[in-house]
């Protein structure tokens, strides 16, 4: 029997023994994404039952320990960067044309911007980055991506940080994945007001580099209606208005999520969805879901 490639259903996040640091194949980034988990313990404002964490189980210190970070992230860019990590399972069995190394992104358990040391692992890792030659120099330069559910932007101390990661060339990929209240509350699974998601969004519009990430999921058989859709797309312009979206990215589950009521939309739906999106004048992309 043949065993399965590695490609971007396969997200494990067991590298060596690491804490705070992954690489997975990641389908949005359509290559290698060196991963940051400052959120260990599995700690999240947001609940999301679409989410692959389980935090039924524990999770691990609470605390970000810089240096090991650093530590992680230097062997792990080396592995990469000189193809020693090709020869590690899972992945040697990358197909070659995803043997490449996209982006270092702010993603793991929970909301990055939430660690205390949010700020500081922006400093390391651009000295890591350039160090390494992928700062642009030598060559393309790996991208800096923050996955952010943009609830915490309005704070001086993250928003003085994603303006050192703007200097750098950082990306927020920020979360929109509804257009209601209602919608927001279910499908990010918070209590958390909707307008401050909104704010903040529309300030990173205007302040920062964004891409909006969009999922899409059914909820016990029913997926997004029309309505709900063209909710979605009105707040997409509302954030326009503020400033430029570089892309909106409409996706669906693509890993086993830990609520089982969670499911995939076809992709013929996210298509019509995506359509939505393109009338209010932005670029949109299209990864499909897996059923």
């Not at 932007?153 to 990306?171: I, K, M, N, S, Y």
């Not at 029913?222 to 409409?250: F, K, M, N, T, Y």
């Amino acid at each position: 029997m043949t065993a399965r490639l590695l490609d971007y259903r396969d997200h494990r996040r067991q590298l060596d023994d690491n804490r705070h640091v992954y690489a997975v194949v990641s389908r949005r980034s359509q290559g290698l994404s060196i991963g940051l988990n400052l959120n260990a313990d599995k700690v999240c404002n947001f609940d999301c039952p679409y989410c692959q964490v389980d935090r039924s189980t524990p999770g691990g210190p609470q605390r970000v320990d810089l240096d090991r970070l650093e530590r992680e992230l230097d062997h792990v860019l080396g592995l990469a960067t000189s193809g020693a990590l090709w020869s590690v399972p899972p992945f040697d069995t990358a197909a070659p044309a995803l043997r490449v190394v996209r982006d270092i992104a702010w993603a793991g358990d929970g909301e990055p911007t939430s660690a205390a040391a949010f700020p500081e692992t922006i400093e390391r890792v651009g000295r890591l980055r350039a160090a390494h030659g992928l700062d642009g120099r030598q060559g393309p330069a790996v991208k800096l991506h923050l996955l952010s559910n943009a609830t915490l932007f309005h704070r001086p101390a993250v928003a003085q940080a994603l303006d050192r990661f703007t200097e750098l060339g950082g990306v927020v990929w920020g979360k929109l994945d509804a257009g209601t209240e209602g919608s927001f509350h279910l499908v990010n699974g918070t209590t958390l007001p909707f307008r401050r998601v909104l704010d903040n969004l529309s300030m990173a519009a205007g302040r920062w580099n964004l891409v909006l990430q969009c999922m899409f999921m059914t909820w016990q058989g029913e997926g997004p209606a029309d309505a709900e859709v063209a909710a979605w797309a009105a707040r997409i312009a509302e954030i326009r208005e503020a400033g430029p979206i570089q892309e909106v990215q409409v996706y669906s589950v693509a890993r086993v999520p830990a609520d089982p009521r969670v499911g995939v939309v076809p992709v013929a739906r996210l298509e019509e969805v995506a359509a939505a999106a393109r009338a209010v004048g932005v670029p949109v992309s299209v990864y499909p879901g897996l059923g």
